[in-house]
T-cell receptor, first 116, second 114 residues
Framework: NAGVTQTPKFRILKIGQSMTLQCTQD?????MYWYRQDPGMGLKLIYY???????DKGEVPNGYNVSRSTTEDFPLRLELAAPSQTSVYFC???????????????FGNGTRLTVT | QQPVQSPQAVILREGEDAVINCSSS?????VHWYRQKHGEAPVFLMI?????EQKGHEKISASFNEKKQQSSLYLTASQLSYSGTYFC???????????????FGQGTILTVHP
């Protein structure tokens, strides 16, 4: 198993450009998440998904969009990039059911994004 | 609301013990603990669930006080490999349904010296 795979690892964007951060997992996890981590800070939830076709906003969704067309993939779209979106972006997944309470998050290695 | 971690930083020598605390102002469904080394992804350590269930690594010890909404991570006989930033993540209790949406604390930097 590769686990959670994120691409690209690094990216520099100019203000106003757009891009998609890719995330795929091969563990058949139903839940997937996007977090951002600013330098020296904790992780903040951007969007999450509880299954294919179902997404919802997290704590800091402004400036981002997501889709979940398959169980495996959960891309994050940045429209009109701004310097405030300079951060490290982590995708994570977990498997949870009503019977299996509390499951660990498996994180990808992150995408380091700089907007100048 | 973001949980509060204390202390912000700890410096130890190999073999010493440390306790990292995590406190929330809201009722919790679970508390997660992760360790992150510089430039790497967070790695799962432990989950503590409402009701007393725990899941995680055998060598990691933690507690969850449901009445106070507080959790503590106990690192004993520290090793150099324990160095990193420790995050607690809290999952709020909302009608018994959890989507695993974690709110992370600001982190505690642990440095272990030889």
């Amino acid at each position: 198993n590769a686990g959670v795979t994120q691409t690209p690892k690094f990216r520099i964007l100019k203000i106003g450009q757009s891009m998609t951060l890719q995330c795929t997992q091969d563990m058949n996890h139903n839940y997937m998440y996007w977090y951002r981590q600013d330098p020296g800070m904790g992780l903040k939830l951007i969007y999450y998904s509880v299954g294919a076709g179902i997404t919802d906003k997290g704590e800091v969704p402004n400036g981002y969009n997501v889709s979940r067309s398959t169980t495996e993939d959960f891309p994050l779209r940045l429209e009109l990039a701004a310097p405030s979106q300079t951060s490290v972006y982590f995708c994570a997944s977990s498997y949870s059911t009503r019977q299996a309470r509390g499951s660990p998050l498996h994180f990808g290695n992150g995408t380091r994004l700089t907007v100048t | 609301q973001q949980p509060v971690q204390s202390p912000q930083a700890v410096i130890l020598r190999e073999g010493e013990d440390a306790v990292i605390n995590c406190s929330s102002s809201k009722a919790l469904y679970s508390v997660h603990w992760y360790r992150q080394k510089h430039g790497e992804a967070p790695v799962f350590l432990m989950i503590l669930l409402k009701g007393g269930e725990q899941k995680g690594h055998e060598k990691i010890s933690a507690s969850f006080n449901e009445k106070k909404q507080q959790s503590s991570l106990y690192l004993t006989a520290s090793q150099l490999s324990y160095s990193g930033t420790y995050f607690c993540g809290t999952d709020l209790f909302a009608g018994g349904t959890s989507y695993g949406k974690l709110t992370f604390g600001q982190g505690t930097i642990l440095t272990v010296h030889p």
